[in-house]
Nanobody, 121 residues
Framework: QVQLVETGGGLVQPGGSLRLSCAAS????????MSWYRKAPGKERELVAT????????KYQDSVKGRFTIARDNAKSTLYLQMNSLKPEDTAVYYC??????????????WGQGTQVTVSS
């Protein structure tokens, strides 16, 4: 069955950096567009960044453009999110899953436990 395991979160000061990883199994990783999502307390889960399976192109939420970089290693079935210049408003639990077309069509895989990112001085 599909399993998504997110790691790499932590507590970081404003302006700091973190690199998140998502180890995927149970499906042909290279065939799927993948995304990072996040959920902050009291807010809905939101799409952060997407990397397309067809050509590796990427797309970002406006608030993270220029600060976050999504990447994938198909040989390792792993998705990454490099987060730089972190801000307190980036504080959330971060999750990986399929791209938004699948997720918002009700075809999301089971959500992993996520990884907590806290940006605070």
């Amino acid at each position: 069955q599909v399993q998504l395991v997110e790691t790499g979160g932590g507590l970081v000061q404003p302006g700091g950096s973190l690199r998140l990883s998502c180890a995927a199994s149970g499906f042909t990783f290279s065939s799927y567009t993948m995304s990072w999502y996040r959920k902050a307390p009291g807010k809905e889960r939101e799409l952060v960044a997407t990397i397309f399976s067809l050509d590796g192109s990427t797309k970002y939420q406006d608030s993270v453009k220029g600060r976050f970089t999504i990447a994938r290693d198909n040989a390792k079935s792993t998705l990454y999110l490099q987060m730089n210049s972190l801000k307190p408003e980036d504080t959330a639990v971060y999750y990986c899953n399929a791209g938004p077309q699948r997720v918002y069509s009700g075809l999301a895989w089971a959500w992993g436990q996520g990884t907590q990112v806290t940006v605070s001085s």
